[in-house]
């Protein structure tokens, strides 16, 4: 069993920036495709970045194309979301995920492809 523990939401104001991190507990993280959600309650939780296990693949929604990183330390077990240029609609829960199959960018903003969740950190960004 794998545990995804997030940290670093917070407040930001409008253009600012955070780093959100990801640290991972069992299983074998170094194999697996990880990647960050975001949701806002009443709407479907929606993709926000996938980075492959070796991080020869990262991939971004349309949204934040630009604005966020992500990375990866497999020495450490942890992942990253680098938020810069933060927008008011960019508040969400955020939530890393780990992916135990090697399609990493195949339906790689689809939730069900996931099989490991952290408990999500809150990201609020004032205007």
């Known amino acids: 069993q794998v545990q995804l523990v997030e940290s670093g939401g917070g407040s930001v104001q409008d253009g600012g920036s955070l780093k959100l991190s990801c640290v991972a507990a069992g299983g074998i993280f170094s194999a697996y495709c990880m990647g960050w959600f975001r949701q806002i309650p009443g709407l479907e939780r929606e993709a926000v970045a996938v980075i492959s296990a070796h991080s020869e693949i990262t991939l971004y929604a349309d949204s934040v194309k630009g604005r966020f990183t992500i990375s990866r330390d497999s020495d450490k077990n942890t992942l990253d979301l680098q938020l810069n240029t933060v927008k008011p609609e960019d508040s969400a829960t955020y939530y890393c995920?780990?992916?135990?199959?090697?399609?990493?960018?195949?339906?790689?903003?689809?939730?069900?492809?996931?099989?490991?969740w952290g408990q999500g950190t809150q990201v609020t960004v004032s205007s």
């Open positions: 995920a780990a992916r135990r199959d090697g399609y990493c960018a195949r339906d790689w903003t689809t939730p069900e492809r996931y099989d490991y």
